[in-house]
């Protein structure tokens, strides 16, 4: 399994929804504020504010969380400015980690990742050591269950897709950032069911960890993600399911 698509599965295995739904909002709040705060309110002319709502709607946030968000993001109403910090470092074994937050406070993150990763066998880097290692690329899963994968791969290239793989229960599909939304209408009209979309950004390559040094990888990724300020984790690793 790699770390760009399989620690959100792990994560949902093993979450309990009710007590992270808090976390994830607050997330998803401080995403559309600076989206709305940076591209202005409407969300047809603000491509990231539209990606943060509809997060937020597939995650059951009730609308008028959303519109306060937005409306903190204008201006309309007092809140707080959050500012976009990128941290890059490794993780055990070598494992390449990107650290996307946004936050009021940098002091206080920088301090928080710099700790986490000393605390799982990692070590924050200079900015530009590992962001190289990754492509931003459109993520998008279809359930194995739902369509034949023959099928599913015919339509996908036709749509412009870049790539397209089986991971567990999952085929996973790679598009271009530009190419994204017109995959995912493709999709859509042909009648493929979606099961998660998102721009997302892609290792060129992976390192394989095994035994400890998995373990401490996945318990870094858990820790950073349950980070109030941290907005994104991304990771190289790959190793095997058990």
């Known amino acids: 399994m790699?770390?760009?698509?399989?620690?959100?599965?792990?994560?949902?295995?093993?979450?309990?929804?009710?007590?992270?739904?808090?976390?994830?909002?607050?997330?998803?709040?401080?995403?559309?504020?600076?989206?709305?705060?940076?591209?202005?309110?409407?969300?047809?002319?603000?491509?990231?504010?539209?990606?943060?709502?509809l997060a937020a709607k597939a995650a059951n946030m009730p609308q008028v969380n959303i519109e306060k968000a937005v409306k903190k993001g204008t201006g309309e109403l007092p809140g707080v400015v959050y500012e976009e910090k990128t941290y890059e470092g490794y993780g055990p074994g070598g494992v390449a980690i990107l650290v996307e937050t946004l936050t009021d406070n940098t002091n206080r993150t920088t301090s928080e990742v710099r700790h986490l990763l000393s605390?799982?066998?990692?070590?924050?880097?200079?900015?530009?050591?590992?962001?190289?290692?990754?492509?931003?690329?459109?993520?998008?899963?279809?359930?194995?269950?739902?369509?034949?994968?023959?099928?599913?791969?015919?339509?996908?290239?036709?749509?412009?897709?870049?790539?397209?793989?089986?991971?567990?229960?999952?085929?996973?599909?790679?598009?271009?950032?530009?190419?994204?939304?017109?995959?995912?209408?493709?999709?859509?009209?042909?009648?493929?069911?979606?099961?998660?979309?998102?721009?997302t950004k892609i290792p060129k390559s992976n390192v394989h960890v095994e035994g400890k040094q998995a373990g401490q990888v996945l318990k870094l990724v858990e820790a950073l993600e349950d980070s109030d300020d941290v907005q994104q984790v991304y990771a190289n690793f790959d190793m095997d399911i058990e």
């Open 2 to 53: 790699s770390g760009h698509s399989k620690w959100s599965t792990i994560k949902h295995k093993k979450e309990k929804q009710d007590a992270q739904r808090g976390k994830m909002f607050t997330k998803l709040i401080r995403e559309i504020t600076t989206a709305a705060r940076e591209g202005g309110g409407d969300e047809s002319a603000n491509s990231r504010l539209r990606t943060a709502i």
């Open 119 to 199: 605390k799982y066998g990692g070590n924050l880097g200079e900015t530009g050591c590992v962001s190289w290692m990754f492509e931003t690329r459109g993520l998008i899963t279809v359930d194995k269950q739902t369509i034949d994968e023959e099928k599913l791969m015919e339509i996908s290239i036709e749509a412009g897709a870049v790539d397209m793989s089986g991971e567990d229960e999952v085929y996973e599909i790679i598009t271009t950032t530009e190419g994204f939304a017109n995959v995912k209408e493709i999709l859509a009209e042909k009648g493929v069911d979606i099961l998660s979309d998102e721009i």
